[in-house]
């Protein structure tokens, strides 16, 4: 697990260490009058159409909504955009993060969260990957269902300048793709560099790679599990 923190970003809003011996995290308490409302944009995608499938992404993507939801940090589900497998396409992402945008304030007394699990890659030996969606294919990802990620990064950006955002993102998992596996490692340390304005909480430092695994309970990323 990766947490970095952005300029001008505290951590210390998202999460404590549990000492009471559950598992995870426990948010810091917070009256109404403190935080405005919180928003999230959750992506998990394990059924992709044309490429190689992941086992949990979906489940990981599933588990942090509820975690927002039961620790109140969301108390409108109706604020949490929620695209899973064939609803969780390029055009949609950014139709999220574009609602969002449009509902904050700017007060800066906002928060959103922006989780992605799935297969991120890159086709080239540039530093920039992409975050691949439902309909992606195997090659020429700048023309199929993928996320560029200069192009996220200015819309998360518009967003950042508003309200405090978490980038949660587990997209180095393993895959027959068209970067191998130095594709999700390129792609991660891409996220890593960027988003200088976030909060970036990552599944694994560059030159890692994250795994799945049946849990007690059921199947997980090993990151969202232990988040």
């Known amino acids: 697990l990766l947490l970095i923190s952005g300029a001008g970003t505290s951590i210390s809003s998202f999460a404590q260490p549990d000492t009471s011996g559950?598992?995870?995290t426990r948010t810091q308490s917070k009256t109404s009058a403190e935080w405005g409302p919180a928003y999230a944009l959750i992506v998990g995608i394990s059924g992709y159409k044309n490429i190689p499938q992941l086992d949990y992404a979906d489940d990981d993507a599933e588990a942090f909504r509820d975690f927002l939801l039961d620790t109140k940090i969301i108390t409108d589900?109706?604020?949490?955009?929620?695209?899973?497998?064939?609803?969780?396409?390029?055009?949609?992402?950014?139709?999220?993060?574009?609602?969002?945008?449009?509902k904050l304030k700017g007060d800066n007394n906002e928060r959103v969260y922006i989780y992605f699990a799935g297969h991120g890659d890159?086709?080239?030996?540039?530093?920039?990957?992409?975050l691949l969606a439902y309909n992606c294919e195997k090659v020429a990802y700048d023309m199929t269902d993928a996320v560029y990620l200069?192009?996220?990064?200015?819309?998360?950006?518009?967003?950042?300048?508003?309200?405090?955002?978490?980038?949660?993102?587990?997209?180095?998992?393993?895959?027959?793709?068209?970067?191998?596996?130095?594709?999700?490692?390129?792609?991660?340390?891409?996220?890593?560099?960027?988003?200088?304005?976030?909060?970036?909480i990552l599944s694994c430092e560059p030159g890692q790679l994250s795994q799945e695994k049946h849990f007690p309970?059921?199947?997980?990323?090993?990151?969202?599990?232990f988040l």
């Open 22 to 24: 559950n598992r995870g």
């Open 77 to 102: 589900p109706n604020n949490i955009y929620y695209l899973i497998d064939s609803a969780a396409t390029k055009t949609e992402i950014f139709r999220g993060l574009n609602n969002i945008l449009t």
């Open 122 to 130: 890159t086709e080239s030996e540039t530093e920039q990957g992409y």
């Open 150 to 200: 200069p192009q996220f990064e200015p819309k998360v950006a518009a967003i950042a300048k508003k309200a405090k955002v978490f980038l949660i993102t587990d997209a180095c998992r393993s895959g027959n793709l068209a970067g191998q596996n130095n594709g999700a490692l390129r792609t991660m340390k891409a996220i890593n560099d960027g988003f200088v304005n976030s909060t970036k």
């Open 217 to 225: 309970g059921g199947g997980h990323g090993v990151f969202t599990y």
